[in-house]
């Protein structure tokens, strides 16, 4: 699920809702001309499927309808209206897309909604739509944090997704996104991503204070949020309140949301099923290019050492990069391919598995390589296995030459004390003095013997 082209306009529908009944009149000019435009890019781009949709500002409003009428006359496009549930489930489905077998909590933060839903098994088991959108919350005046968290809690404290006990909270919305981004800059986050960035509560409740009071961050939150800086106090409190409730330990950033839960959602089964990792992969990776056959031949032959290195699902994700840096400079190639693979963007993975990843695909170009990043977020055992997957790849390839039809005339063996390198008599020429010494270092980061036999 790659975006080809991603803009958003933030056009505040429901701001007044809550006191007027409808929507903002210049929230309605400037959505009515960017879907216009919208509909016009969509047409230059042949995008023959669309999902256009509304969510509750529209959906609560007594002139949402006749929105959807100008909108259709205007630029072409039929919105569906989402149901409080639907925005629920197509959120939850959301998470799953981007992280498949999701358990827990998953809220969706809007602007006039707040949506909680249960993730159970990895499939959506029910939600609840809440009035509690910062612009639904906002009747005017100055943020008035003890009123708003006790109509907050008021409204949640029957909730059924909270009396379900649970370690992580699943964070959808731009609003919390924006929060997560603040939240990121202050701990100095290794590795700025928000797709699956992990807060702990303790530390991140601390700061949500800290921004309902307004008197701190005034600076960051300007500069992270300038459209949202209003709203941060409001999406602060919904967001201490459902983590006091629930009794969360941390919150786990998605990215996904309703946009990609429809997505989701009219994929066939099949699709659904795939894993995302594999999914970007292909995305990423040209599978006519010569080294995608070298990638896939090289799975194989690592799966002798598959125990003493990084899981499976890694290893391969490594083995059809293991290429990726190939047309770098080479003084600069293994920094170079650490930063693609950490920030590229390949769903399903958590930022310790982005680290993981990299430094392999790093130490593939270059013995002991480093970074800031997987030093910050690996212990030595998964920084260990990382280099160890790396410097395989790296005799893999010069054993090689980087050819999936030479590969296959030499076998890695690993019983767990020495690594042995098992060539065909008629290629044992291929076994250079680079090759021996890659050999060498990679049992040196297994903690082997080893040995090259016939």
């Known amino acids: 699920m790659q975006p080809r082209f991603n803009e958003k306009v933030l056009a505040g529908l429901g701001r007044g809702l809550a006191t007027s009944g409808k929507l903002n009149e210049e929230g309605v000019e400037l959505a009515v001309a960017s879907l216009v435009r919208f509909a016009a890019i969509t047409r230059a781009q042949k995008v023959d499927t669309l999902f256009a949709f509304a969510t509750a500002a529209v959906r609560e409003a007594s002139d949402g309808r006749a929105f959807c009428d100008r909108v259709k006359r205007e630029a072409g496009l039929s919105l569906r209206i989402l149901s409080g549930d639907d925005e629920a489930r197509y959120a939850a489905q959301g998470v799953l897309a981007g992280s498949p077998g999701t358990d827990g909590i998953v809220g969706d933060l809007g602007g006039s909604s707040l949506e909680l839903a249960r993730l159970n098994g990895g499939k959506y088991d029910g939600g609840t739509s809440y009035p509690l959108g910062p612009l639904a919350l906002d009747t005017g005046g100055s943020f008035n944090a003890d009123k708003i968290s006790s109509r907050v809690r008021k409204a949640l404290s029957d909730s059924p997704e909270l009396k379900r006990t649970g370690d992580v909270f699943y964070a959808v919305g731009g609003a919390w996104r924006s929060i997560a981004t603040i939240h990121m800059e202050l701990q100095r986050a290794p590795l700025h991503m928000l797709q699956n960035y992990e807060m702990g509560v303790p530390k991140l409740l601390t700061l949500l204070d800290e921004l309902m009071a307004g008197k701190k961050h005034g600076d960051l939150v300007q500069e992270v949020a300038r459209r949202r800086s209003a709203t941060i106090p409001y999406a602060a409190s919904v967001l201490a309140a459902v983590l006091d409730i629930g009794k969360f330990k941390s919150v786990m950033v998605s990215s996904y949301g309703v946009r990609e839960g429809i997505i989701f959602d009219n994929m066939d089964e099949a699709e659904r099923m795939e894993d995302p990792l594999e999914a970007g992969l292909d995305a990423l990776v040209d599978d006519d290019d010569p080294s995608a056959e070298f990638g896939r ?158």
């Not at 499976?312 to 600069?332: N, Q």
């Not at 920030?343 to 002991?368: E, I």
């Open 297 to 454: 031949a090289l799975i194989d032959w690592l799966a002798e050492a598959g125990a003493y290195t990084l899981p499976r699902r890694l290893c391969v994700a490594a083995c059809r990069l293991v290429d990726i840096g190939a047309l770098l400079h080479p003084d600069h190639r293994a920094d170079l391919a650490f930063d693609l693979v950490a920030r590229a963007p390949l769903p399903g993975l958590t930022h310790k598995d982005r680290a993981a990843l990299a430094l392999a695909v790093a130490t593939r170009f270059k013995r002991g390589a480093r970074n800031d990043v997987s030093a910050a977020l690996l212990d030595n055992e998964t920084a260990g296995k990382a280099r160890a997957l790396g410097s395989l790849m790296r005799l893999a390839a010069d054993f090689s030459g980087r050819s999936a039809s030479l590969l296959k005339h030499a076998r890695l063996k690993c019983d767990g004390a020495t690594l042995e390198l098992k060539v065909s008599s008629q290629y044992r020429a291929l076994v250079s003095e680079s090759v021996q010494k890659r050999l060498q270092f990679a049992a040196e980061e297994l903690g082997f013997d080893y040995s090259v036999t016939s």
